[in-house]
């Protein structure tokens, strides 16, 4: 992935923006998101199974091996599992289970499996979140502009810690619609964070640019002078 982006910032420095988003498209920079995401989402959940009794550690990773062994039936072997799990693991089955899902293609069922993670209220506040992240990502191939934000904004809120996620994942959307007007507010809203990461800061100026490149730089105001 490292090697991608360094293709894509050699690119972007001959100006030739246009032709990255027919050579990369999307589907490249959705995929720099998940992996983001991804470790993040891992961290979270090597925590919070890291509270859980040891046996129920155990049946977990059996449960994985079983599905690993069987990837044709892994979302129901998850599944079953998480129907006698304790709490905690009946929600990293159910997480996995997805993933599983939209790994075997069945995108709707992914995005349904990820959305009732977001709307259980039994899950905890961030994995929650994050479910909401992964159904918006696969929803981005699927739905509109308007169906995705409706997904994210929850999550775009300033104090919120997926906001940049949120805000990336929109942006995406927009672009896919030809709305360079949304996807450069949501571009510059990212860029203008402090607490923003460099991995972050670096696709956000790619979007930018990819931006700039089919629209023209943003205007900027001329500082008023005093009379």
Same mark, same amino acid.
């Given at each position: $992935?490292?090697?991608? %982006?360094? *293709? ?8 030739? $923006? ?9 589907? /490249? /920079?959705? /995929? ?46 998850? +599944?079953? %599992?998480?129907?006698?799990?304790? #709490?905690?693991?009946?929600? +990293?089955?159910? %997480? ?11 995108? =709707?069922?992914?995005?349904?499996? %990820?959305?009732? +993670?977001? @709307?259980? &209220?039994?899950?905890?506040? #961030?994995?929650?979140? !994050? ?5 918006? $990502?696969?929803? !981005?191939?699927? *739905? @509109? !502009? ?6 994210? *904004? =929850? ?23 030809? #709305?360079?007007?949304? &996807? ?8 203008? @964070? =402090?607490? !923003?990461?460099? #991995? ?12 700039? &490149? ?8 001329? =500082? *008023?002078? &005093?009379?």
């Amino acid at each position: $992935m490292a090697d991608i %982006f360094d *293709e894509v910032g050699e690119d972007l420095r001959r100006e030739q $923006m246009k032709k990255i988003w027919q050579r990369y498209g999307v589907v /490249i /920079i959705a /995929i720099a998101v998940l992996i983001v995401v991804g470790v993040a989402g891992w961290r979270i959940w090597e925590h919070y199974a890291a509270t859980r009794a040891a046996e129920a550690g155990s049946a977990y990773m059996t449960a994985l091996k079983d599905a690993e062994a069987d990837p044709a039936a892994a979302a129901e072997r998850l +599944l079953a %599992f998480a129907s006698d799990a304790p #709490d905690g693991y009946r929600v +990293l089955a159910r %997480f996995r289970a997805a993933s599983e899902k939209a790994k075997a293609g069945e995108v =709707p069922g992914a995005i349904e499996a %990820f959305q009732a +993670l977001a @709307d259980a &209220a039994a899950v905890p506040t #961030d994995l929650r979140d !994050l479910a909401r992240i992964r159904a918006a $990502m696969l929803a !981005l191939d699927v *739905e @509109d !502009l308007a169906a995705v934000k409706a997904r994210l *904004e =929850p999550l775009a809120a300033p104090t919120n810690s997926w906001r940049n996620a949120a805000g990336e994942l929109i942006a995406l959307a927009a672009i896919k619609a030809g #709305d360079w007007a949304e &996807a450069r507010t949501r571009v510059e809203a990212v860029l203008a @964070d =402090p607490a !923003l990461s460099q #991995d972050i800061r670096s696709r956000a100026e790619i979007l930018r640019a990819i931006i700039d &490149a089919e629209k023209g730089p943003a205007e900027t105001k001329a =500082p *008023e002078t &005093a009379s």
